[in-house]
Each structure stands twice: as C-alpha cells, then as structure tokens.
C-alpha cells in the first residue's frame, strides 16, 4: 500500500477542503493518505512515504504561507528531489502566479511533479473538486 504525505496550511478552510480531497483520491486508488499540517511535518518524515501532496493558499502579493508553510517547505525541498509531488491550493484574488512560482521551484529542485497544480477560485467544487481527487489517485499509481 502506497502511503501518501499531503501537506497543507489552510486560513479559511477552502486548502483543507482540497486536502481532504485528495485523501479521497488517494483511499480510492487503494493508497494510505496522512493529513499533516505544517507543525506536524518535517523533513526526517520525507523517507516515510511514496509520495507527497503539498497544499497552501496564495497570499499576500501571491506567495505560500510564510510564518509555517513557507519555513517547513523550505527546509523539506531539499529532501523531495526525485520524489513524487503534487501541489494544490486555492486563491480569492490574482491568477495564479503564486503557483506558477511554486511549480517552478518545485521542478528547479528536481520534484517529479506528477500532474498539473490543482488550484481552486475559493472552495473547491465541481471540476476542481475531481481534479483534487484525480491529484490523489495519481499519486497512488
């Protein structure tokens, strides 16, 4: 059984909602998926698990949480070259930039990033609420 890290910071719940579709995704596919927040991962975790789904909302000037995601990830990045990632978030304002930068990062330190970001305008519904899933059994596969 493939287990599955999905890492994410939520303000207003719309990122946790995501989240937690994933985690749908990823018991559909026949996977074990493990919620973490930012306090709860670091990078002695990474070897713990087949793949990794990070999740964070744009904010500010469109840039990851910085007083928790941002440090944790940073300090992770590293130790997730090679490995199988997917990201995710969600954003009220802007178009995105946020996750370009941080797809472009992500590839820079050499993460097999395994689809395309799954980012929500405010809560995910509908089509973003299947790419969520679809995010989780890719990871699975």
Known sequence: MSKIAIVYWSGTGNTEAMANLVAEGVAAAGGQA?????ELFDAGQVDQYAAFAFGCPSMGAEQLEEA????MFT???PRLAGKTVGLFGS????DGEWMRTWA???EDTGCDLIAEPVIACGAPEGGTADAC?????????
């Not at 954003?91 to 802007?94: A, C, E, I, K, S």
């Open 133 to 141: 899933r679809e995010l989780g059994r890719a990871l699975v596969r």
């Open 68 to 71: 928790e995601f941002e440090p």
């Open 104 to 106: 472009a990062d992500c």
């Open 34 to 38: 493990d919620l973490l927040t930012p």
């Open 75 to 77: 300090a992770v990045k």
């Open 91 to 94: 954003y009220g304002w802007g």
